[in-house]
């Protein structure tokens, strides 16, 4: 079975000579087998003692295998933990020079990008005897200015921002002639929460708690051979998860590093780049939050669309198919052989494990990856706690259901009498600031305020406690069941708020679609959102819904910040869509041509062209698509449109205006 769209851009890519291992060797030093590897690596740990030191040493222990790759124009550049190590030496004797004169034992901020530079100018802190604030770059200035202040910071290490304490450009730390001498350690990590609450939380970590963050991991590697598996001998994880965050930190760069396997560069994060990255380097593990693997599904499901109905009822028909299968190996047969060009042109073949954290997915998304012949589990963790647990079953229908699985060696969960998730163990931040007052988190049970259920020890959640509406009947409404559910045809995002009215709070659907869409488009989708209510049983505790043309994820967020959304909504601050307000669809020849050359540029369907759609801004076009689209309408059209005017006629109805005065 045939599907998938356009095939990836390849490069010709060459690795320096270096004194990196063999294929055939999984870089496991003297020890044959992965798991004996970790048990070794993690009784050193023990033996040698709970810190930092320890923690770096073995960290870089392996010392020729490939650490980090990044492309580098038709090469790949690729650096060995050995060296990297030595940069991060040369590097620490630099800092130790421009931070002499603060005291060691202070707090010093990490504010940049993930890079090979984040990694050097990390452990070239804590090699300086300093603690470094991991700062959280999708936070307002305002938030990280307070953050800074609340736990003292005294300097800030940066590759752009300037901040109003101490700030070193990262372009300054140079590499020394001599290396550092491995003398003072820091002590501590802080981590900044994702400030989609009110306040910013700082949450600290100590060696101590980093080993029993990394024992935990062991459970994993011995319940589920998948997340262990290698491609071609290496393991290697896309750096999509900023580092600064807890889940970047702890479940991509602690973990992997520790047992020294390969980090890829992602340059950016354009669809194009991503697929780009995972099939040159040929990436094994990427994890990512819930909206990232939604947007790889609904991109490629609307390759598969453009493909034509022949194609799309195929893959329909697969898909249905797989889901018959069920768990059984049939099941995994089919989707391996039934949907390999699927994969070809999402990721290709190299990936082995897939996980989801941070919020709630869909479940379609879930299924998606999982028929096509991928493993998509969903994980549990917070800044507070670290990362807790990951679902390890094989079988689809569990995967699918987003079970997070059992906690962690070490790690202890329990449901309160309000269906709250609470969590204990010796992995827990040690401590958290917040309006700058310290607490002690480590040592008891951690009240999460997420909503969870327990079947046969596998654990599910259900939302945010604070997230729970009362509907206009009384019940409780939770939103992260319910949003889910509404993503009909034509909605990009759907929230469901309950907003202030006077003295009264209104649950109220916030339905974002496109600011072009046609009037009987948004009647059809109006008159299925209530069919798809009344079929929930929840048309009579709706208040109002709201058609909005403004995405409710902007900026650096990856989801729903629904305080955020609230303030907004109670300010009148969104751009309602009114069906009888709607612009005037074009109705000629001429237009329908336009709008075929539109879609031809933008891989789209011309019916799905609105008039006044901008090509650039709502359409996603290119500069080399808008040229090449220009020099057919100039072909077809026998007229010159000048350079300096084509950029004000990126609509179809402008250049319909155009047109129609030069004919």
Not at 125 to 152: K, T
Request: charged letters at 25%; glycine letters at 8%; proline letters at 2%.
């Amino acid at each position: 079975m045939a599907f998938g769209g356009k095939s990836g851009c390849y490069y010709v890519i060459s690795v320096p000579s270096k004194p990196y291992r063999f294929m055939g060797d999984l870089g496991l030093g003297q020890y044959k087998t992965i798991k004996d590897f970790v048990q070794s690596k993690l009784r050193s740990f023990d033996e040698n003692g709970h810190t930092m030191k320890t923690l770096f040493s073995l960290m870089f222990g392996e010392k020729e295998n490939v650490m980090y790759e990044r492309s580098s124009g038709y090469r790949i550049e690729a650096f060995s933990y050995g060296e990297v190590e030595d940069r991060i030496l040369r590097r620490a004797r630099t800092l130790s020079k421009l931070l002499g004169d603060i005291e060691r034992g202070s707090v010093i901020g990490l504010s940049m990008d993930n890079s090979l530079d984040w990694i050097e100018c990390f452990w070239s802190i804590i090699l300086c005897g300093y603690s470094p604030l991991l700062i959280n770059l999708r936070l307002s200035r305002e938030m990280v200015e307070r953050a800074i202040a609340d736990c003292s910071a005294k300097a800030v290490i940066s590759d752009q921002r300037i901040y109003s304490v101490k700030t070193l450009m990262q372009d300054a730390i140079g590499y020394a002639d001599e290396r550092f001498s491995l003398d003072t350690f820091g002590t501590e990590i802080l981590v900044m929460s994702s400030g989609t609450s009110r306040h910013v939380k700082l949450c600290a970590y100590s060696a101590e708690e980093l080993y029993h963050q990394i024992k935990g991991s062991y459970g994993i590697v011995t319940e589920c051979d998948l997340i262990k598996r290698h491609y071609k001998d290496r393991l290697k994880l896309l750096t999509f998860l900023p580092f600064y965050h807890v889940f970047g930190l702890l479940a991509v760069y602690i973990w992997f590093s520790f047992f020294s396997r390969t980090f890829v560069e992602l340059r950016d994060m354009a669809p194009d780049t991503i697929t780009g990255t995972v099939r040159r380097h040929e990436v094994t593990h990427i994890f990512a939050v819930p909206l990232f693997w939604e947007k790889v599904y609904e991109q490629a499901k609307k390759t598969i669309r453009l493909r034509g109905d022949a194609t799309e009822q195929k893959f329909n028909k697969a898909m249905k198919l797989r889901e018959s299968l069920g768990d059984s190996a049939l099941g995994n047969l089919f989707s391996k052989l039934a949907f390999k060009e699927v994969r070809e042109n999402l990721f290709g073949e190299s990936i082995r494990f897939l996980i989801t954290g941070g919020s709630s997915i869909s479940p379609d998304a879930m299924r998606f990856f999982n028929a096509i012949g991928y493993h998509l589990a969903d994980g549990y963790g917070m800044s507070e706690i670290g990362i807790t647990s990951v679902e390890l079953s094989k079988k689809p229908s569990v995967l699918n259901a987003c079970f997070i699985g059992k906690p962690m060696d070490g790690v202890e969960y329990r449901i309160n009498s309000d269906s709250e998730l609470e969590v204990s163990g010796k992995a827990l931040a040690r401590y958290i600031i917040e309006d700058g007052q310290r607490r002690i988190i480590n040592g008891g049970f951690f009240q999460t305020h997420d909503l969870a259920v327990c079947e046969n020890g596998d654990y599910r959640i259900l939302g945010r406690r604070d997230d729970l509406i009362v509907g206009c009947s009384g019940e409780n409404l939770n939103p992260n069941l319910i949003e889910p559910e509404l993503l009909l045809p034509y909605v990009n995002e759907v929230c469901l708020i309950g907003a202030r009215e006077g003295d009264r709070i209104v649950p109220t659907l916030v339905v974002s679609v496109n600011a072009f869409i046609s009037a009987e488009k948004l009647e059809h989708l109006d008159r299925g959102m209530k069919a798809k209510l009344e079929e929930m049983h929840l048309r009579s505790e709706i208040g109002r819904i709201l058609y909005v043309s403004d995405r409710l994820i902007v900026g650096e967020e990856f989801k729903l910040n629904r305080i955020r959304l609230r303030e907004q909504l109670e300010s009148g601050g969104f751009t309602e869509i009114d069906p009888f307000t709607a612009a005037d669809t074009l109705d000629d020849k001429l237009a329908a041509r336009l709008r075929e050359f539109f879609a031809e540029a933008l891989s789209m369907k011309a019916e799905d062209i609105p008039d006044h759609a901008d090509f650039f801004l709502d359409l996603g076009g290119t500069s080399l698509d808008w040229f090449g689209m220009i020099g057919g309408i100039e072909n077809e059209f026998s007229v010159k449109i000048p350079a300096e005017q084509s950029a004000a006629l990126s609509t179809v109805a402008k250049l319909h205006h155009y047109l129609s005065e030069q004919l």
